[in-house]
């Protein structure tokens, strides 16, 4: 029953949803052209999946976010507890950080393309460092905020920097770590169909500003269900993770 009352809720705004937008269409409130209604986006999309055609260009997606993302994490944690640990390393970097981070990563991509040039290292590292940076600020968050007395009776008990990292600092900032990659992957999606709409040659991106061009409408609209169903299980996937994680938070 819990589960039930967990579930109905977002069912029934999504039937309300697509109600609305049946009826938008149905009753030109929008032209039909431009907002096919769902009666003929959903065949469409069942065409798509049950002909395979979805799958190449999902993989290609799929598999530039999951390296973009792993790259910027790995980075994101492991410089950020340097500089949680280290106010050498902090005052080191911490002007370098302040001075990119505001900058919006898509602003990014000219001097990339100038630098790299235009193909799979831009895009990898655009997705890496829209992960990057909000892994690091929850990492040095996480980091600072562990109880000093944990790390000083590690040390008395003659644990070495990097064990009282490993097994007391790591684990104890754990759950905000978590938080930022959560926050990282929805950024990470954006960035990677942002960039592949840009540069790129398929994907979802691209296939969706292509269709765009070619005013392919209802099966542009296919495609951006299918990315919106994939942002969904993305999310769903990593709660999950996060609760195998920090089981203590989840209760």
């Not at 950080?97 to 602003?107: F, G, H, N, S």
């Not at 040039?117 to 590292?125: D, E, N, R, S």
Request: hydrophobic share 55%; aromatic share 8%.
């Amino acid at each position: 029953m819990h589960r039930l009352s967990a579930i109905w809720p977002p069912l029934l705004t999504c039937a309300v949803i697509l109600l609305a937008w049946q009826a938008i269409s149905n009753y030109e409130i929008v032209n039909p052209a431009l907002l096919p209604p769902p009666s003929r986006v959903f065949p469409q999309l069942w065409e798509m999946i049950a002909s395979g055609a979805v799958l190449a260009p999902l993989g290609y997606t799929l598999g530039y976010l999951a390296v973009g993302y792993a790259l910027g994490c790995g980075a994101g944690i492991v410089l950020g507890l340097l500089m949680g640990t280290n106010q050498h390393v902090f005052n080191l970097f911490e002007p370098l950080v302040e001075l990119i981070r505001p900058i919006p990563k898509p602003a990014l991509i000219p001097p990339l393309f100038l630098f790299i040039g235009i193909g799979p290292a831009t895009k990898l590292t655009v997705i890496a460092l829209a992960t990057f940076f909000p892994v690091l600020l929850n990492t040095i968050q996480g980091v600072r905020g562990v109880d000093p007395v944990m790390v000083n009776t590690a040390r008395t008990l003659g644990h070495s920097a990097l064990s009282t990292i490993l097994k007391i600092i790591l684990p104890a900032a754990l759950p905000l770590i978590l938080v930022g990659m959560r926050l990282a992957l929805g950024l990470a999606l954006i960035l990677v169909i942002l960039a592949e709409m840009l540069i790129g040659s398929t994907g979802l991106g691209y296939q969706i500003i292509d269709l765009q061009r070619s005013f392919v409408v209802t099966e542009m609209f296919a495609w951006i269900i299918i990315l919106g169903v994939i942002g969904v299980l993305l999310n769903a996937i990593f709660e999950q993770i996060e609760r195998w994680a920090v089981p203590w938070r989840a209760k």
